[in-house]
Every structure is written in C-alpha cells, then in structure tokens.
C-alpha cells in the first residue's frame, strides 16, 4: 500500500523557484503532481511513469517545471522556475497506474498537499 509525504512548501516571489519532495512507498507505476488554488478545482500537473520514466505535463507548466524522482530514496520531485502568482496553491502527490495522465480519477493515493504561494 502506498504512502505519500510532500514537503518544500513555501513562499516565493514571482520569477522565483522552489523544489518540492514527495516521499513515498509502495510501487505505482505512475506518479504525479496535482494542485488545488482556492476556489478552483484540483488540476494535473505533471506525471511520470515509473515503468519507462516518461513524463507529460499540463499546457500551463510546460517548460517552467520538471518532474523528476529518485528511486533509491523513494522520493519524487517537482523542481518549479519562473514562478508565477497563478501558480500559487497546495500541491500534492499522487499514485496511479495509467500512463501520461493528468485525471484525477487515474490516481488512487495522495499524500496531504503543500502549500506554494507566489507573491511579490
């Protein structure tokens, strides 16, 4: 069964930059990042497939993030640049099985979310 633990949360001025942790256990062939702003629904990030290590991300972070992980200590990573006051919500850590999916409905465990605010 798989557990998940985010960290790196924080306050950023736009432009900025900040890494967020996901330490996990368990097995899942796809991990991925999720946010939430307040008043808006949670939306899909960027995911990696653990089987072949791809990785798909949404329109609005393309180029800007970077999901990464590193198998030896299980943890999963979310290296964010050129942050914008947009991208400003908790974001959280998802386990799954289908490939390059940003649904919520792929993703059966989540970890308890971190907040990420841009402001200058």
């Known amino acids: 069964q798989d557990s998940l633990s985010e960290s790196g949360g924080g306050s950023v001025q736009p432009g900025g930059s900040l890494r967020l942790s996901c330490k996990y256990a368990g097995s899942s062939a796809s991990r991925a990042w999720f946010r939430q702003a307040p008043g808006k629904e949670r939306e899909g990030v960027a995911t990696l497939y653990t089987r072949t290590g791809s990785t798909y991300y949404a329109d609005s972070v393309q180029g800007r993030f970077t999901i990464s992980r590193d198998s030896a200590k299980n943890t999963l990573y979310l290296q964010m640049n050129s942050l914008k006051p947009e991208d400003t919500a908790v974001y959280y850590c998802?386990?799954?099985?289908?490939?390059?999916?940003?649904?919520?409905?792929?993703?059966?465990?989540w970890g308890q979310g971190t907040q990420v605010t841009v402001s200058s």
């Open positions: 998802a386990a799954g099985w289908r490939q390059d999916s940003l649904m919520q409905l792929d993703y059966y465990r």
